[in-house]
Nanobody, 123 residues
């Protein structure tokens, strides 16, 4: 069973940057596709970015493409989300998720989830 713990959230001004981390334990991290999702108050959880088990390929939502970068360090069992040029509409709880063997953009295909970390962007 994979356990995921996110960190790095906080309050930042518009235009600023944050780096989220998600530490995994309890599984062979390099065999899991990883994703970042977010949920704003009153809205459904939405896809942000995903990365293959090897880290060789990534996909981003249109809303964050060119501003966010997903990466992973399989030696450290950690996936990252570098968020640049933050906007107030990026305010949400950010979740990392793990999917064995594959990657993808659909939240319901991920079996393992972290508890989330709050990101608040002020205007």
């Amino acid at each position: 069973q994979v356990q995921l713990v996110e960190s790095g959230g906080g309050l930042v001004q518009a235009g600023g940057s944050l780096r989220l981390s998600c530490a995994a334990s309890g599984g062979t991290f390099s065999r899991y596709g990883m994703g970042w999702f977010r949920q704003a108050p009153g809205k459904e959880r939405e896809f942000v970015a995903t990365i293959t088990p090897s880290g060789g390929d990534t996909i981003y939502s249109d809303s964050v493409k060119g501003r966010f970068i997903i990466s992973r360090d399989n030696a450290k069992n950690t996936v990252y989300l570098q968020m640049n040029s933050l906007r107030p509409e990026d305010t949400a709880v950010y979740y990392c998720a793990a999917r064995f063997g594959f990657w993808g953009t659909a939240a319901n295909t991920y079996a393992h989830w972290g508890q989330g970390t709050q990101v608040t962007v002020s205007s």
